[in-house]
């Protein structure tokens, strides 16, 4: 658990701090109690308290008496005191979300990827249907901390620019972060799709149970965020988490690096409408992709023998990658999520579940546990919003240090 520090020089580092806790606990806490879980003394406590209460974050709830003593008062997140918006970049739609401070969704809209647009265009685009999002929640515009943005990778990170992300070549090369900023008129942050994803997995966990886990992205693509310490891994240029072209099936399709059976050919929405029977041809329309995809669906569900087939073959794979990944990085705990898992992940779970156990490479000392993400269709778009969030609200051990001239 972090502790607090009572040196006058870190008022930020404590009121994040006790904010995080707050916001972590569904009924509040009381004075007393954050505390007893901060270490700061109760003057200390006292003065972030009334920080942030007069800076909206946080109200004094309803007082609880339990047991002998002064009833306590607790102290709870103010969830209208800030917003900030999410977006998520993906192949076959883009997601528009609007979240509260605690990470919640209030609004959302779907519109298909524009096509034949260049990227000032693009980006306008982006600007005005984010304010429109905005307005249609009715949120005041000085409490909207920022944009996030979750993008497939190359991304240069320090420069928030898309470099050739393969399946969206209309925003290749494009400085995403600085023209958005100047379109929307607000901060915004550009961050890999399956670290976004992560990060808003940790923001929506109260228990801290994702501390160190590993999560699966399964969209047009397939990919891998990672937390370790309560921290998403980026990686040293911001692309960690490709794992497309892992090796899981070397007679398999031929993927487009050349080699058979990798990851990302092989778990493909395209590939298995195609196997499957429900398109005729793998190349498929990106406005019909989710239509097809129910489809899929229904015939697992009503038994057909090629849906069937093809969807224990995913399990197979899917459960062969989690194993070979979990052997890499021992995280035990595997998040499983994104626009297809949502779509397909109530007929494949149980047949994942059930392929686990005869993987045989398998080295791990105890058995992996897979979680349904909870921020489900809005797994990216969710975590870019709370990548605003975290950025300004999570207490970091650095921002105790003290610079010097």
């Known amino acids: 658990m972090k502790r607090g520090s009572n040196m006058p020089a870190v008022g930020t580092y404590n009121q994040t701090l006790v904010l995080d806790m707050i916001r972590r606990s569904p009924v509040g806490l009381s004075r007393t109690e954050l505390a007893e879980r901060t270490g700061l003394s109760a003057q200390t406590l006292g003065n972030v308290a009334r920080r942030l209460a007069a800076e909206g974050f946080v109200v004094e709830g309803d007082r609880v008496v339990a047991g002998p003593g002064k009833p306590r008062t607790p102290l709870q997140l103010n969830r209208t005191a800030r917003y900030a918006v999410g977006i998520h970049l993906d192949p076959v739609v883009d997601t528009f979300v609007v ?29 005005r249907d984010a304010h429109a999002l905005l307005r249609s929640a009715d949120v005041p515009l000085d409490r909207v901390l920022g944009i996030g943005v979750a993008v497939p ?24 972060r600085e023209r958005l900023a100047e379109a929307a008129g607000h901060p915004v942050v550009v961050e890999k799709d399956v670290v976004a994803a992560m990060v808003g997995e940790l923001w929506a966990e109260a228990e801290h149970a994702l501390d160190d886990a590993a999560l699966v992205y399964y969209g047009a693509g397939v990919g891998l965020g990672m937390a370790v310490d309560g921290e998403a891994v980026r990686g040293r240029t911001g692309n960690a988490g490709d794992i497309g072209h892992l090796m899981v099936d070397p007679g398999g399709q031929q993927c487009s690096c050349g080699s058979r059976g990798c990851l990302g050919v092989s778990i493909a929405p395209e590939r298995l409408l195609f196997d499957a029977g429900v398109t ?28 069937v087939e093809v969807r224990d073959r995913a399990a197979g794979t899917f459960a062969l990658a989690l194993v070979l990944l979990n052997n890499l990085l021992d995280a035990d705990t595997f998040v499983i999520g994104g626009p297809v898992w949502n779509r397909l992940g109530r007929a494949l779970k ?18 992996l546990l897979l979680r349904e993400a909870r921020l489900g269709t809005d797994l990216a778009a969710a975590g870019a919003a709370s990548l605003v969030l975290d950025e300004a609200f999570t207490a970091r051990p650095s921002d105790l240090m003290i610079g010097l001239s």
Do not use: F, K, N, Y
């Open 99 to 127: 979240v509260d401070l605690s990470g919640s969704v209030i609004a959302h809209a779907e519109r298909p990827p524009a096509e034949g647009a260049d990227a000032p265009e693009l980006i306008s685009a982006l600007a």
């Open 153 to 176: 990778g190359p991304i240069d990170h320090d420069t928030g620019t898309l470099l050739t992300p393969p399946l969206l070549p209309s925003w290749h090369h494009t400085r995403l």
């Open 280 to 307: 005729p041809s793998p190349m498929i329309a990106p406005g019909a992709v989710w239509d097809a995809i129910d489809e899929l669906h229904l015939r697992i569900s009503t038994g057909d023998p090629r849906a």
């Open 350 to 367: 149980p047949a994942l579940d059930a392929a686990l156990p005869t993987v045989r490479q398998s080295t791990a000392t105890r058995p």
